[in-house]
């Protein structure tokens, strides 16, 4: 009689196990899918950031072609692209993103960004029209005033500069070119101040460090500015001053410059050594 009680209680045993053993191959499979997620997201930072630029190329080409619906591999060729050195292929990829469903204003910032690395300063402009003014973001202020320095709008231009570099805590970048505007327009004294305040957030960016020295020179300051710099950038340094002290027409004093660079220099510095010789000759 308590055969077919048993016999239930095994079948209700085996459906209950089964139900268990799917249950266990669920979860496995769903701790695979998120371990695989946290990878792939690992790999693509990895690829954003330390990669070299053509094998990121390559990833994310694969990537999208793989997954023609995911966005944020789009995404990633473009700035992959970019990294590259690959502006126009960028530009096509972010063009694509930002007239997608997901596409973000600031998608458009990167697309009129891709524009402005190719000198196509007016679709630059264009793009960043279609923004609202009420998206205040860092990038769009900064591509603002290089597109309003473009038009010579000088006015807007500081006012955008301005505006970027009080939107960061690492404004080097935006103060060096905001300065270099400043040289364009032939105004040294400005554009001195602001290549000093761009090195005392970044003490190691060189260019801010040369065009420091063209903008003294310009003064008919030949002496170097009190920076950190290496020996092989006190060479360069002196060069670039020797260069704009001739131009000057201070000839002898560019001369004694052209000297100090060559013998300052850890190596043989072959353009100084040529500029000195052309102008002994």
Known sequence: M???????LCLAGTVALSACN??????????????????????????????????????????????????????????????????ADAAAI??????????????????????????????????????????ETFERYRLEA????????????????ETAAGMTNQPAGVY?????SKLSRQDFAAAERLFVQALTYDDSLFTAKNNLVMA???????DLPVIAMTQTEKAELL???????????????????LQDAVSTHPQHFEAAVRSLAALEA
């Open 239 to 257: 060069y670039t001053l020797a260069l704009t002290a001739i131009k000057k027409g201070d000839v002898a004093v560019g001369k004694a410059l």
């Open 2 to 8: 308590r055969h077919p009680v048993t016999l239930a």
């Open 94 to 135: 972010w063009a694509q993103v930002a007239a997608s469903p997901e596409g973000t204003l600031d998608d458009r910032v990167s697309l009129a960004d891709a524009h402005i690395r190719q000198n196509d300063w007016k679709k630059a402009e264009a793009e960043l029209a279609r923004i609202p003014p009420t998206h």
């Open 22 to 87: 799917r249950s266990s191959d669920a979860e496995v499979q769903r701790a695979i899918q998120s371990v695989n997620v946290i990878d792939e997201t690992n790999l693509n930072d990895i690829m954003l950031t330390v990669g070299d630029p053509n094998e990121a190329v390559a990833y994310f080409t694969k990537a999208t072609a793989d997954n023609p619906d995911r966005i944020d591999l789009k995404r990633g060729l473009a700035k992959s692209l970019i990294r590259a050195g690959r502006p």
């Open 176 to 180: 060096n070119n905001w300065g270099f």
């Open 146 to 161: 290089m597109v309003a320095d473009s038009k010579k709008d000088w006015k807007k231009a500081d006012s955008f500069y």
């Open 216 to 222: 003294r020179g310009a003064q008919r300051k030949y």
